[in-house]
């Protein structure tokens, strides 16, 4: 095992990123352009054999994290290696550097107080991708918290980093909960030196409530040790106050009206898995970061599936939260008339009913329609080829001009005489039915229409003599 602090050779110390109760973290660079990072755990290993119980601790937890890397995760730092300090013999891990702000940095201004709903559920993802690939090979992250939460600038993914505590003893880990741990992101049981997968949840949940809320569940005010305490009884024995009113508050005022009422709809799958990461007992939290992982990813596929009752349930909520947003809701439907299916099919039938109807009047009844003044020639007409026709029928019923046919086929006679008709007068009255028509718009019967009718008469009468 390679031992490391001068730092070893081929690999420089940069200086020291950040220190803290489970041990320091420092900026190293090896020989050539690559930067990494050197996790410096506070517990020193006296004897590198089997005898010694925190070098066997420290090679367990070194061959776990070997697995980690054994399937590259995107959300997870890769470890390159590990050992042992040259002096104090101090273990280390050597991780890559990650170049970005961590999230607590992403918090602080110029930066938004709060993450928007979209960034905030990338990060819950993500985040939870880690902690289930991490927890598929046994190893507890044990020190999450936001400023081990980083986001790359090259990649654009939050990547978990600082491994090492798990490496530490039960008792080691109570002293650094006690004296230099991040106490707002850590689980009850935590207070007891216990570390478990659910521990690493519940500091998941307090992390995703500090996004979204612009705090955390249970703040620091100060670092004594009287203030410590009180934090620590709260994670124990209170409820973390409403994730909603809280944030509501931290909204930046720089956001417009528009897209504060937006930010306000958090889904509610997302604040009830808060909820549960949140438990106070850890057998009422996800079980680990696989069963988290999961939640996500169903809960994400519903609210895709249920889309429609997922946009009303969140214009509702924008209704009761916002008075701007039921006002303009208001005016939207006021200015919209809304029709049924059923009465929109009724109006197009009605409609075209009515143009068939029209289409008929016009080229049936208009055009057979005959207007009585326009029409009284025709009337007369009528009336006088009826009068023609009587006067042209003979006494026998046989129309003068046509010779009757012998029917006797035995007659000697050859012809047959065919008796004059009798003389006509000249006028004649008109003894057939006649239609009754309206006689006030008639016109009389011209006189120079009978003359010739009387004279057709008496030429048929001669042709009949010879």
Known sequence: MSKVFTIAEGLENMGALRTGGQGSVYKGRRVGPIMTAVKLIPTPIYHESEDDKNFRRFQN????????????????????SSGLTESGSFPFIEMEYIE???????LQPPHDKIFTIKEAI??????????????KVGVKHGDIKSNNVKFNIHSGNYVLLDFGLAIMSDEQRRSSVRNAGAIEFMAPEQNDGQMLFQTDIY??????FELLAGQVPFPLTDNSENARNTVRLKHIEEMPPDLLSLRQRNLPATWS????????????WLVRLINTCLAKNPESRYANGIALHDAINKSSISGATNGELQAENERLRALLYDPIAKN???EDQSSNVQISKP????????????????????LFYKNNHV?????????DSVRSDTANKTNSIGDNGVPLGQNPVNQNPDSTNDTQKIKPAKQQPDNVPDTSIKPQTDTTNTTPVNPEQGDANNDQTQALQTSSEL
Request: charged fraction near 20%.
């Open 328 to 330: 303009a809701a208001m």
């Open 371 to 379: 207007d009585p003044n326009k029409n009284s020639t025709f009337t």
């Open 122 to 135: 990338k990060v819950a993802d993500q985040l939870a991708c880690a902690l289930s690939h991490c927890h």
């Open 203 to 208: 500091s998941y949940g307090v992390v995703m």
């Open 61 to 80: 937890e070194v061959e776990k994290l070997k697995k980690v890397n054994q399937e590259p995760n995107p959300n997870v730092v890769k470890i390159l």
């Open 100 to 106: 970005g702000p961590d999230l607590e940095e992403l």
């Open 257 to 268: 009206d528009e897209k504060k009422a937006t930010e306000m709809l958090v889904p509610d």
């Open 343 to 362: 009465l929109f099919i009724l109006m197009i039938i009605l409609l075209v009913s009515s143009m068939v109807m029209a289409g008929y009047y016009t």
